[in-house]
């Protein structure tokens, strides 16, 4: 059975933090403030959709996935696979990265590997359906070898991050 | 802060050498925060201000791949250690990124 988080006072305090932080900004700068607070409701307009969505995909990988499934395809021993689902994933993977954090906060609990997460929030840099806009700015050739360069250092990037964390006995 | 760039730009805060154009561009890209597509128009907006492509395309990788914005929410759902580590390693590569994809076109007379 995966472990179950430990529920704090942690997300209450970090709300709590915000909520004082945006009164003392408008206090300071009431017209930063409203700026602010209008760029935050604009990221929860493009994230509520998204967030459903991830909702829907945690039920049915709630449904289908078990721990030892996870742990096959994206768990240590996942091998080749579980680079390419977790680089292929995070290029397809669409929304605000607010939304992917619980999904991949509930991957990590069934036995995603650690080098799997970084190696997702790093490929999300290739966005495909914003490729014609980078040819059209930078040309075809930068493009390619920029998204080359991004798969590959997304790689790297799981590599390294995983050697840095503290390895769970 | 994304309207003071032309200004900048023309206080030569680019233009010091490769690496320092891909820290600083790295570092400018790290703190914004926004839908991507508004990092190609505001990189499409410096180049054409003077801004080198290693600085723009240093931007344009921590823009999604470092968050220093979403940083206390990825710490809080990942653990702050896995957060710290991932965005300090996405940094530097972005800047190595920047400069092997510059090097790679100018090696293949594409740039």
Known sequence: MPKQRHSGLGGWLFLGIVLLGYGLSFLLSPEATADAFAFFRRVMRQMFPVLGLVLLLLFIANLLLTPATVKRYLGKKAGAKGWIASVFAGIFSMGPIYAWYTALAELQQKGMRTAFVATFLYSRAVKIPLLPLMIYYFGLSYTIVLCLYLIVFSVINGFLTERLMPHKT | ?111
């Open chain 2, 1 to 111: 802060m994304l309207p003071c760039f032309p200004e900048e730009i023309s206080a030569g805060l680019f233009g010091h050498g490769d690496i320092p154009d891909a820290v600083l561009g790295a570092a400018i890209g790290s703190i914004a925060a926004g839908h991507p597509l508004a990092r190609y128009l505001l990189s499409g907006e410096l180049l054409s201000g003077g801004v080198g492509l290693i600085a723009v395309t240093a931007m344009l990788v921590t823009w999604v791949t470092v968050g220093i914005v979403q940083l206390p929410a990825e710490a809080l759902m990942l653990g702050t250690r896995f957060a710290v580590y991932r965005n300090f390693i996405s940094f530097c590569l972005a800047i190595i990124i920047a400069l092997l994809t510059v090097y790679t076109l100018q090696l293949l007379g594409l740039a």
